[in-house]
């Protein structure tokens, strides 16, 4: 496979068509993200001064929320020692205080609605419509230029306006994310690979608040839109979720009801409760993005607790059991596209066929190439700036298991009447951050193929 030649003309495709994909719609969380990047020593003597012993044992399991400073540590440490991402919301006010005097290096815009709108409006030019659950001054700004839109009432009239001519000053919601490169060291561990944990310190993100304006005037504003993007879910708690999903079922419908094909942006939820009502929920999606972690604590909640440990055995990911966990999940809930993506490879699961999904995928990877490569990406030209960083080559293994089981070829396989599609990824040795990538890569993949379709 000349997969460089494939990862060319999928972006050239995408970039000359994605004018097609229309106005996106983005719900529901947006913050701040105010990013912290680790230094050994000052981790291991907050350690030592919370209490090593306790940290350590949180390191082992994490907590379902964070609670004290050594649950914080300690969560930290679980990230480390697995080179996983995790989030977790910090329910305790003095914990939230110690973060803030640690402080941070740089500010940045957040959450997954945030993120998105900046790359979707602000880098490929692709309007998109987003719910920002508090609008500050400081978020505002932290939005790019382009066709970025808010809704605000005026006159009892729902209009469209950029985030930054919203006008007033709510609150700022702030996530603190804590980055370690690969072969980060900490007493006795080593990261194995780049990653960040994410105490979530707001109180609106976490608990889903969503804005009167947007849910009022719901229909209106979908009807203006192509596909959605649903993210924020992971933060709820068995104790707070009901009603939110009261709201996204009824805007579920609304969608449905215009045929505007919505996606989960999955992320980690500690929640075994909430995890079972996404779980019974994701039928009336059209799309789901999550990766190994996520699946697997799916898997759980599907009583497939053996396949789950198999997708947090192996590195790389074994993509045997991938693809089993994600039948098991299509068959159940007939969502229609499953996109899975873990360090070196992404795989699309769909009941329709077609190489636009693969290309898809390449561009996705490309994008977050471009962002591990130059920290922030500004154009979508510059997505291109990531065609000299190498494929990975250690997922060799993984494309000749699925060639043996499925007969997989140029990345194409077809199996129980759906097409499994798989690409290996490219990887940037020293990335400059890895906040937002997994969005990145889920926000491009999906308007990616409504752009090539």
């Known amino acids: 496979m000349d997969w460089d030649a494939l990862y060319s003309s999928a972006f050239e495709?995408?970039?000359?068509?994605?004018?097609?994909?229309?106005?996106?719609?983005?719900?529901?969380?947006?913050?701040?993200?105010?990013?912290?990047?680790?230094?050994?020593?000052?981790?291991?003597?907050?350690v030592n001064k919370a209490g090593k012993e306790e940290v350590l044992r949180y390191s082992n399991a994490l907590p379902q929320r964070i609670e004290s400073v050594p649950q914080l540590l300690g969560s930290i440490l679980w990230s480390i020692k697995r080179g996983k991402a995790?989030?977790?919301?910090?329910?305790?006010?003095?914990?939230?205080?110690?973060?803030?005097?640690?402080?941070?290096?740089?500010?940045?815009?957040?959450?997954?609605?945030?993120?998105?709108?900046?790359?979707?409006?602000?880098?490929y030019g692709v309007p998109v419509i987003a719910h920002v659950p508090q609008l500050s001054r400081l978020q505002a700004s932290l939005f790019k230029d382009g066709p970025i839109y808010v809704p605000k009432l005026e006159d009892g009239t729902v209009k469209l306006v950029h985030p930054r001519n919203f006008g007033g000053d709510e609150e700022s919601c702030i996530h603190f994310i804590y980055e370690f490169p690969r072969g980060f060291r900490v007493f006795d561990f080593e990261a194995p690979r780049e990653n960040r944990f994410i105490g979530a310190a707001d109180d609106y993100n976490t608990t889903l608040f969503i804005r009167d304006e947007f849910r009022e005037n719901f229909e209106k504003i979908a009807e203006s839109s192509s596909p959605a993007i649903i993210s924020g879910l992971q933060a709820l708690t068995k104790e707070n979720y009901r009603e939110p999903f009261e709201i996204i079922g009824e805007h579920l419908n609304v969608l449905n009801g215009l045929e505007i094909p919505a996606h989960l942006e999955f992320a980690f939820t500690p929640d075994e409760t909430v995890r079972k009502a996404i779980l019974d929920l994701l039928g009336k999606f059209w799309s789901v993005g999550l990766n190994e972690v996520e699946l697997a604590s799916i898997m759980e909640v599907m009583g497939e607790k053996g396949l789950a440990e198999k997708l947090l055995a192996?590195?790389?990911?074994?993509?045997?059991?991938?693809?089993?966990?994600?039948?098991?999940?299509?068959?159940?809930?007939?969502?229609?596209?499953i996109h899975f993506h873990t360090y070196g490879y992404y795989l699309a699961l769909t009941d329709y066929k077609g190489e636009f999904v693969r290309d898809a995928l390449l561009f996705a990877a490309l994008a977050a190439a471009a962002k591990a490569k130059l920290g922030d990406i500004n154009s979508i030209d510059d997505v291109v700036k990531a065609m000299d960083v190498p494929v990975n080559e250690k997922v060799k293994s993984v494309e000749e298991a699925l060639m043996r089981e499925y007969g997989m070829r140029n990345g194409i396989?077809?199996?129980?009447?759906?097409?499994?599609?798989?690409?290996?990824?490219?990887?940037?040795?020293?990335?400059?951050?890895?906040?937002?990538?997994?969005?990145?890569?889920?926000?491009?993949?999906?308007?990616?193929?409504?752009?090539?379709?």
Request: glycine share 10%.
């Open 314 to 337: 192996h590195d790389p990911v074994d993509p045997i059991a991938v693809t089993e966990a994600m039948l098991k999940l299509a068959e159940k809930t007939l969502v229609r596209r």
């Open 86 to 123: 995790a989030e977790l919301f910090v329910e305790d006010c003095p914990t939230r205080f110690y973060m803030k005097r640690w402080g941070w290096d740089e500010l940045r815009m957040g959450g997954q609605v945030g993120i998105m709108a900046n790359l979707l409006g602000g880098v």
């Open 413 to 453: 396989a077809e199996l129980d009447g759906y097409q499994l599609a798989f690409i290996p990824t490219k990887i940037v040795a020293r990335p400059k951050s890895t906040v937002g990538i997994g969005d990145t890569i889920s926000s491009s993949a999906f308007v990616g193929e409504f752009a090539l379709r």
């Open 13 to 46: 495709a995408v970039r000359g068509r994605i004018e097609r994909v229309g106005r996106v719609l983005l719900a529901y969380n947006t913050n701040i993200d105010a990013i912290k990047y680790l230094d050994g020593r000052d981790l291991e003597e907050r």
